[in-house]
């Protein structure tokens, strides 16, 4: 490797503390990606370190590459744990959401978010088998070639080749690009939220693609706001009989796209929606209702 293993047990274990630190924000992208959850990326972070710390990286030629996939593989066992303890598959789960201020994005979440990270983009992943999403984060999101991905699932490079491209193939077809311009993306989600306040149905279909999806995530103590919507129509009704909470919806970035935290008077969260805006229309709303999420999710640092 490089460290010439010459200084030594202390002097080795800062260098891989400090190398490790500089690839953090790398690691923590990769494990928000396969996981769709801000605290079980921090804990498979975490555990890429301890099985860092155990390992003899002296050897390791690219310890960047090597990390990256030490935290694949962390990541996919967490994901099949979590397939074999459902006992019921769950019709809506939204990720967390990653907010930010109306203004910008932290700098801390920027590397999170590269790549255009959206909720609704994490929503398909979430659909993805293990294996499928593993291959695809690594290598289209980072890059990691095909026959180092291929040991961590047991495939050979080609079969690992055609799981990225059977996930690329429904990533592209059920995730639709926001426009770059945020500018545009505000103007959209103000219409929608001034037409659902108004109560006017006809302004609300004009904002939204024919084929918008909407997806409300309610948990446990909000079960019946768990819903899949489709069509602008469909959408539209629902969001005019929710039009009394538009006057508590806080403008935000949710994963940097434009996107609004509704607030009660009581300081209380009710909500975190998240739009997918392309070509100046909504096409996707992605909606956290769940209240015992939304009082773990650490949002003083956006404000909220």
């Known amino acids: 490797m490089t ?5 030594g047990a202390a002097e ?7 190398r490790f630190e500089e690839q953090r924000p790398r690691l923590r992208a990769v494990a928000y990606r396969m996981l769709g959850s ?4 921090e804990d498979a972070v975490q555990e890429t370190w301890l099985r860092a710390e155990r390992a003899d990286t002296d050897v390791v030629e690219n310890l960047a590459g090597w990390l990256t996939t030490v935290a694949g593989r962390v990541c996919l066992n967490m994901l099949r744990s979590r397939a074999s303890r459902r006992e019921d598959p769950m019709d809506v789960r939204i990720p967390d959401p990653v907010v930010d201020p109306a203004d910008g994005v932290d700098p801390e ?16 992943l979430d659909s993805l088998a293990p294996a499928e999403r593993l291959a695809f984060v690594l290598h289209d999101m980072f890059g990691v070639p095909f026959d180092e991905i291929a040991p961590l699932i047991d495939k050979t490079a080609a079969a690992t080749r055609q799981l ?16 770059p311009d945020h ?6 989600v103000d219409a929608f939220f001034a037409a659902a306040r108004g109560g006017d149905l006809e302004a609300l279909v004009a904002v939204l693609d024919p084929n918008v999806v909407l997806r409300s995530d309610g948990g446990v103590l909000r079960a019946r706001h768990t819903v899949v919507l489709q069509g602008a129509r469909t ?3 629902q969001a005019v009989t929710f039009g009394s909470l538009s006057p508590y919806a806080r403008p935000a970035l949710i994963n940097g796209t434009a996107g609004a935290v509704v607030v009660a008077d009581d300081g209380r969260r009710i909500s975190i929606m998240a739009f997918t805006v392309t070509d100046g229309a909504i096409t996707a709303i992605d909606v956290v209702a769940d209240p015992e999420r939304l009082r773990e999710l650490d949002l003083k640092p956006a404000g909220f």
């Not at 460290?3 to 200084?7: K, V």
């Open 109 to 124: 979440h920027e590397a999170l978010l590269a790549d255009s990270v959206g909720l609704a983009l994490l929503v398909v």
């Open 12 to 18: 080795r274990s800062a260098w891989l503390a400090g």
């Open 3 to 7: 460290t010439g293993s010459t200084g």
């Open 235 to 237: 959408v539209a009704s």
């Open 164 to 179: 990225a491209s059977r996930a690329r193939r429904r990533v592209q077809g059920r995730s639709p690009v926001p426009d």
């Open 183 to 188: 500018t545009r993306q505000r103007a959209a």
């Open 38 to 41: 801000l605290s079980e990326a």
